[in-house]
């Protein structure tokens, strides 16, 4: 006989059974039997338990047993999981998002959107049903401390409903500068953040990085939509959090060596690698990007188990690179 392929599918006969008023207080045996008959399959009594169990945890479902009368009833006869209106499997969904959401917190924002998550699926969290944390199961890198980004939520806040902010930023080894700023997009990329917006001083999309980031206030300008922005494509070509205005896109060919293949094959480096060439001596991969300091340090990263095949000018900057790193050990 088949196999049930989803609980929920039984959750959802036995819900028959209890909300009909034509046979009330059905039994375990009378439940087992409809199970078996909808099914064409087998189910034990001991299964058929731990279902009205999952129904109480995940729906909260008013499940009694009634001696008198020698069957089971929902305590609120009003009441049917057929009226929640996600599936088993939308709900699981649901927790992992949750679990993702908690990675991320420490914003009063983003604890708004777990809150608003929780009423959803209010007493169907993962901790609940299996007893365990998130983490024991679930991992993802470590979130920004919130110290690190006290802008997070006022930018969002910006993007949203469309206000222009000041910013004064100063990057690295510069000296502070005021902006008129209208927020696009925040990115978050090896445990930083960025925010992507039109500047007036720039007069162009420009990257901040939150933590350089010294002061943001309300502003009087005009808010700036960029037209043609789209965030999906935005970084497209950009290896790391770099985006070059008016930069052509370079096809990179790289030949990593046998041992290394599995690992790369398996997590490429960018969304546009592509198969080029595999013997049992490497793999050759081409890849549509940027050439960024972010793609040379990178490629650096994997010392002898790497060779830039194309294009030259890239291949020039790595083996100079080496030459220089090579310098300081002689």
């Not at 983490?135 to 920004?144: I, K, N, S, T």
């Not at 081409?286 to 340090?297: G, K, N, R």
């Amino acid at each position: 006989m088949p196999k049930i392929k989803s609980a929920g599918v039984r959750y959802r006969i036995i819900d028959g059974c209890l909300t009909n008023t034509m046979h009330p207080y059905p039994t375990l045996e009378y439940l087992q039997e409809k199970i078996e008959q909808q099914l064409d399959t087998t189910i034990s009594i001991s299964m058929l338990n731990k279902d009205l169990a999952a129904m109480k945890q995940l729906y909260n479902a008013p499940i009694v047993y009634d001696k008198a009368r020698g069957g089971y009833a929902y305590s609120d006869p009003d009441f049917s999981i057929a009226e929640f209106p996600l599936t088993v499997e939308e709900r699981e969904a649901l927790d992992i998002s949750t679990a993702l959401l908690q990675q991320i917190r420490g914003t009063k924002i983003f604890q708004q959107f777990e809150n608003a998550i929780n009423k959803v699926i209010e007493g169907y969290r993962i901790s609940k049903i299996a007893g365990i944390e998130q983490r024991q199961f679930l991992q993802v890198e470590e979130p920004v401390r919130p110290q690190n980004n006290p802008y997070l939520e006022q930018l969002l806040q910006s993007i949203i409903h469309q206000q222009p902010l000041a910013i004064t930023y100063q990057g690295y080894g510069r000296e502070a500068k005021l902006h008129q700023f209208s927020a696009h997009l925040l990115k978050e990329y090896r445990n930083c953040w960025y925010v992507v917006g039109y500047s007036d001083r720039g007069k162009n999309l420009l990257v901040f990085a939150l933590d350089r980031i010294k002061d943001i206030a309300a502003s009087d300008a005009k808010y700036i939509k960029v037209e043609g922005f789209n965030p999906a494509d935005f970084f497209k070509y950009s290896f790391g959090i770099t985006q070059i205005h008016d930069a052509e896109a370079e096809r990179v060919v790289l030949r990593f060596t046998a041992y290394q293949a599995p690992f790369i094959l398996n997590q490429p480096l960018h969304h546009s690698q592509q198969v080029l060439k595999q013997t049992d001596e490497f793999v050759e991969l081409a890849y549509h990007v940027y050439l960024t300091t972010e793609l040379v340090m990178t490629i650096l990263s994997y010392g002898k188990q790497v060779k830039v095949v194309s294009p030259q000018k890239l291949a020039n900057t790595i083996q100079a690179t080496a030459q220089e790193m090579a310098a300081l050990y002689a």
